[in-house]
């Protein structure tokens, strides 16, 4: 079974800046793909961002696009989220996302526990 671990959440100021990481853990696994997703209160759970592990294409969400950079590292199995110039509209639980491909398994949707960001004023 392949865990994934979100950290780096918190607390910060409107213009501020985060970076969210997100760990994979398992036996014998292989990322596809790996990303973000959020969701404030009362709302569903949106794309935020997204990066192939073969290649490290990436992609993003409208709402993000400029201000977010994803990356990853793949000798550690981690992905990251760099928040930039954060708005009060940024304020979610953001959850890690994967689609692995697991040693006698087939392809899955993984899911983290999720971190919470807020921007305030």
């Known amino acids: 079974q392949v865990q994934l671990v979100e950290s780096g959440g918190g607390l910060v100021q409107a213009g501020g800046s985060l970076r969210l990481s997100c760990a994979a853990s398992g036996r014998s696994f292989s990322a596809v793909t790996m990303g973000w997703h959020r969701q404030a209160p009362g709302k569903e759970r949106e794309f935020v961002a997204r990066i192939l592990w073969s290649g490290g294409e990436t992609y993003y969400s409208e709402s993000v696009k400029g201000r977010f950079t994803i990356s990853r590292d793949n000798a550690k199995n981690t992905v990251y989220l760099q928040m930039n110039s954060l708005k009060s509209e940024d304020t979610a639980i953001y959850y890690c996302?994967?689609?692995?491909?697991?040693?006698?398994?087939?392809?899955?949707?993984?899911w983290g526990q999720g971190t919470q960001v807020t921007v305030s004023s």
């Open positions: 996302n994967a689609i692995i491909k697991a040693d006698r398994q087939p392809l899955n949707n993984y």
